[in-house]
């Protein structure tokens, strides 16, 4: 994507910032994304809340040493008292109230995770991240994160490597024999990509319960940050992947990266669990290789793609609908992938 038309390199759109369980009763928690600090605290009503990092008194960072009374968020340094919106509402020493805010963001909860709204011209979001029933249902083991990583990559070269089909069966050859496009269908904020694929299960854990395998794989993103997939297979069972792949700026030059997964239920319960557990590993392994192809690639001017590639260009030219660019027509940025 050409940057020099870009105001700024992060995609406005909502972002994985913690999990549920990070964040327990009254928790404050610090974080960094997108090149600057926040601090992330569950009121006392149990809503999670988000504000820039510092308070505007001394400079103090909210997230070491903050607590939280109430509906609020306690300064460590003196006391300054401040609400999910941003305004400072207490100061323990005097009955005057300043005239300013901390920058509040929009934030949400839901599929065990804890998602911001970032957008660079602090606008408010105009879509929502639906909840997902798997993440709650009994018929699927829980949903459990697989690992995190730090990841030297942006989002675009992120999104590519996802819909890329063709390193699928190259790359990741201990498990894929094939892997086939379908296409691609885009409404607004969402995109939504089939593949039907021919696993190679044989040198992985869950080749011993599945054996070799065909299947399906169907992936919505909401955004560049956050997507779901449904994978099914017909083998020795019919087996159910169900994972979130999560990636969220830390600056421009680094990814948190998180994947969960969970599985559906289709054996006894206790190889239910094991078969959860070989599919959490197998997931891990997979990215792993993807992680030095992220980090040391480069992104052509002119890249060579064909059409067994996977649908490159035109998820690229929908992810430029989230970043925030000086020109009207964002349909002429250049994409590169």
């Known amino acids: 994507m050409n940057s020099s038309h870009l105001l700024s390199p992060f995609p406005n759109s909502w972002f994985r910032i913690a999990t549920s369980d990070e964040l327990p009763a009254k928790g404050v928690l610090p974080l960094r994304y997108f090149g600057q600090d926040f601090v992330l605290f569950r009121a006392e009503d149990g809503t999670p809340h988000l504000l820039d990092a510092h308070c505007p008194h001394l400079g103090a960072h909210l997230g070491y040493g903050g607590t939280v009374e109430g509906e609020t968020i306690r300064c460590p340094f003196h006391g300054w008292q401040w609400n999910c919106q941003g305004d400072c509402v207490k100061i323990p020493y005097t009955d005057k109230s300043p005239q300013t805010q901390i920058k509040s963001w929009p934030v949400r909860e839901l599929n065990g995770l804890i998602f911001m709204y970032y957008h660079h011209q602090a606008q408010e979001p105009d879509w929502e991240i639906p909840q997902v029933p798997e993440c709650y249902s009994s018929e699927w083991t829980p949903l459990r994160s697989v690992q995190r990583w730090k990841v030297k990559t942006n989002l675009v070269q992120y999104l590519e490597n996802s819909v890329d089909v063709s390193h699928l069966y190259s790359l990741h ?32 854990l869950v080749g011993k319960l599945v054996g070799e395998a065909d299947g399906s794989v169907k992936t919505t993103y909401y955004g560049p940050g ?33 994947i969960f997964s969970c599985v559906k239920k289709v054996l006894p319960p206790p190889l239910n669990l094991l078969l959860a557990a070989f599919v959490k590993q197998d997931v891990e392994v997979t990215f792993k290789q993807d992680i030095d192809i992220l980090e040391h690639r480069i992104s052509p001017t002119h890249p060579i793609l064909f059409e067994e590639d996977g649908p490159i260009k035109p998820s690229l030219r929908w992810v430029s609908q989230f970043y925030s660019s000086d020109t009207a027509d964002q349909n002429n940025l250049a994409v590169k992938s």
Do not use: C
């Open 173 to 204: 050859r201990q498990t894929f024999d094939d892997a086939i496009s379908d296409g691609i269908e885009i409404d607004g904020p969402t995109l939504t990509h089939r593949i039907t694929q021919k696993y190679n299960l044989s040198a992985m």
């Open 226 to 258: 956050y997507d779901v997939s449904y994978y099914w297979t017909k083998g020795l069972i019919q087996f159910g992947l169900f994972t979130i792949f999560t990636g969220t700026p830390i600056d421009e030059d680094y990814l948190d990266v998180q």
